[in-house]
Every structure is written in structure tokens, then in C-alpha cells.
């Protein structure tokens, strides 16, 4: 049997990874989440009917949570954090505040524990995409070591991106004085059903696709990105995790993405014949101020540790990710 930890449990990446993880019988998973954007949704009460799922609404920047936690785990995914573009705007004390915080009280839990678990820190490509606004120097496609840059600190945009790049420091350095393995993953744009209402592109196309939204609005038509589909997400995190690989110093640090680089305007024109429905007017509108023009991850490393590659195409993807959108609307405003 497995025993396994998943931090922001009951959010995207964390609901998939769970259904994928129970795919394998001997596994057993505590979910941890404040449900701030977690939802207690149908699907995840779905989930929480397996037996081999518990679940535990808990503030995890409160120290005094962790001496209720088991101590015996086989692996930890800490995937909590506050995550919207929105969010950043509004709240950057917050999002720093729980991100640093939250983190940091799972090291010193781990540090303390006689049997120690294997550990998954999500980090992200906001923690080096300054480099390209600030230095124009950014390789494309972009390897792990490269330098990690925040551009503007007065920027609040820079908010999460900070939290991920210092995140990394504390799990590289945590490991290494602790001994405990450890594998960091710097996601690329995943995507897919339950992804949350706005804050995200391919969300927000869907909620103005199924609100027929005319004219149409794209922000930073031309900027690129790839775009993962999350069953081959959680399907990279576990094979990372399993691998005997990634469980010896210093730590690595992996891209998880694909490789199909596709302009914003493009992939309106992709979630358009997804949907079956194009706006007759659309409008080009500036990206939002801290916006990165261009991301494309390199993934040899992933590849030769483990021998992933994304397999779900984006016209596939698409389409299920829209239809989920489409049954479960969110009124758009």
C-alpha cells in the first residue's frame, strides 16, 4: 500500500491527480484543502464516495494543523496555492502570505517526521518568464537552468511568480540538509475540465464561447503558448514521483508541457470549431501589463528521465474541455 498526501486536493490538478492516482488499487490519498477554489462540487463529492479517499478541510498556514497530520506518507504533492491572474492583482500580500507560508510549514512538518515522504512541489514558468521582458535573452524552447527573474517587484502580476521562485529555493535546500527526495515541476498551461471560471485562457474562451459573446475580445492575439492536457499532466507527476530517478541529489528540477506553440488568435480559432459557433466580430485587444509574448518549455529532460510526452492532441482536448464547460456554465460577466 501507498499512502499519499495531496495539498489543494479538491482543485484542478489536485482532483485529477487523485482520480488518476486511485487507478491503482493499493494507493490510499488524504486530500487536504481550505476550499477557498476548491469547490465541494459534484465531482469531487463524486470522488470522496471511494474509500480510499479522505478528506480534510484545513488552513494549511496554520501550524498547529500539521501535528494532526499522519505521520506516515509515502509521498506529498503539495500543489496548494493561490493561483488567478485576478487574484495577483487584487490580493499580492495574500497570495505571498499563503503561498510562502503554506510551504514552508510543510518543509518544517517533513523535517520533523522519522519516515520521511517523497515530496512533489509545483512550481511554475511564471518564476523565469521575466527574463524575456527584461533581458530578451530567454532561450526558446526553454531549458530548466535558466535564470529565474522577476522583472518588476512593484508589479503585482509578479506576486505568485515570486512565491514559486523562492518556493524552489526552500525545497531545493530543505531536501538537501534533511535528506528527503524531492522532484520540482514547473507546469506549462494545463488545461481541461474543472479548471476553474476565468483567470485562464482557455477557461474564459469557454464561458464567452458558450455566452456567445459578440464581438469577441482576444487579449494579446499574437502572444504563444502550449497548452497540456491534464490526464497526461498527472500522468508525467506520477511517473516523476515513481521513478527511482528523481530520488537522489541534487534534486531536478522538470518541465511539464507540450511543444505545439500556438498563438492566442489561433487558439480562439481551434476553441471556435470546438464549439461549432465563431463570433461575427473580433476585437484584438493589448495583453495585460506583465504579460509574457511568447512560452515554449523544452521537454528532452522529461523524456529521457521517465520517457513522457504529452499524447492528448489540442483539438481533442479542446473539445472535452469545452463540453465540460458547456454542461457545467458559469453565468458570464
Known sequence: MKKILITGGAGFIGYHLAKHLLTNTKNQLVLVDNLQRGKMDADFKELLKNKRVQFIQADLTKPEFYSTLDTDFNQVYHLAAVNHTKLFYEIPQEVLRINTLSLIYILEWIRGLKK??????????????????????????????????????????????????????????????????????????????????????????CERIAAKVNPFPIYGADDTRTFCYISDVVLAMRMLMDSPKTDGQPIETVH????????????????????????????????????????????????????????????????????????????YS
Open 116 to 205: 520521511k515522504p517523497k515530496l512533489c512541489f509545483t512550481s511554475s514558468n511564471e518564476a523565469y518568464a521575466g527574463a524575456l521582458a527584461s533581458f530578451n535573452q530567454l532561450p526558446i524552447p526553454t531549458p530548466e537552468n535558466v535564470p529565474l527573474v522577476i522583472s518588476d517587484t512593484y508589479n503585482a502580476r509578479w506576486s505568485y511568480a515570486a512565491t514559486k521562485l523562492v518556493g524552489e529555493l526552500f525545497v531545493i535546500f530543505y531536501a538537501k540538509a534533511y535528506n528527503f527526495p524531492a522532484v520540482i515541476v514547473r507546469p506549462h498551461n494545463f488545461y481541461g475540465p474543472r479548471a476553474g471560471y476565468g483567470g485562464h485562457v482557455i477557461p474564459d474562451f
Open 256 to 331: 511539464i508541457g507540450a511543444s505545439d506553440e500556438i498563438t492566442m488568435e489561433k487558439l480562439a480559432d481551434k476553441m471556435f470549431s470546438a464549439a461549432g459557433w465563431k463570433p461575427k466580430k473580433i476585437i484584438s485587444r493589448p495583453s495585460p501589463a506583465g504579460s509574457v509574448k511568447r512560452r515554449l518549455a523544452d521537454i528532452v529532460k522529461i523524456k529521457k528521465l521517465v520517457g513522457w510526452q504529452p499524447e492528448t492532441s489540442l483539438e481533442k482536448g479542446l473539445k472535452t474541455t469545452f463540453e465540460w464547460y458547456k454542461e457545467n456554465p458559469k453565468k
